[in-house]
């Protein structure tokens, strides 16, 4: 059983950076897609990046292509969100979420396909 931790949500200004991390315990030899989330109230859980481990593949929304960037320097090392050119529209709750990932993308961006979630972290941008 996976147990996720996010950390790095802060407050910052239009045009900033911040760095999500996702640590994980009780990874087994699997193969995981990781995936980031976000919420912001009133609207659903979106989708915007994920990450095979067993390759390295990367998958983003269309509203953080060429922003957001997902990665992870090691095998067990945690998995990094850098969001570059931050707007007031990414503000939001941000939750990792992990499960078993036969292939690259094979669960999409898609919350109920992943079993595994941590307790997000705040990230709010101010215009």
């Known amino acids: 059983q996976l147990q996720l931790v996010e950390s790095g949500g802060d407050s910052v200004q239009a045009g900033g950076s911040l760095r999500l991390s996702c640590a994980a315990t009780g990874y087994t030899n699997s193969s995981y897609c990781v995936a980031w989330f976000r919420q912001a109230p009133g609207k659903e859980r979106e989708g915007v990046a994920s990450?095979?481990?067993?390759?390295?593949?990367?998958y983003y929304a269309d509203s953080v292509q060429g922003r957001f960037t997902i990665s992870q320097a090691g095998r067990k090392n945690p998995v990094d969100l850098q969001m570059n050119s931050l707007k007031p529209e990414d503000t939001a709750m941000y939750y990792c979420?992990?499960?078993?990932?036969?292939?690259?993308?094979?669960?999409?961006?898609?919350?109920?396909?992943?079993?595994?979630w941590g307790q997000g972290t705040q990230v709010t941008i101010s215009s």
């Open positions: 990450f095979y481990t067993g390759g390295h593949t990367t």
């Open positions: 979420a992990a499960d078993v990932c036969p292939r690259p993308n094979s669960l999409r961006l898609r919350p109920e396909k992943y079993r595994y």
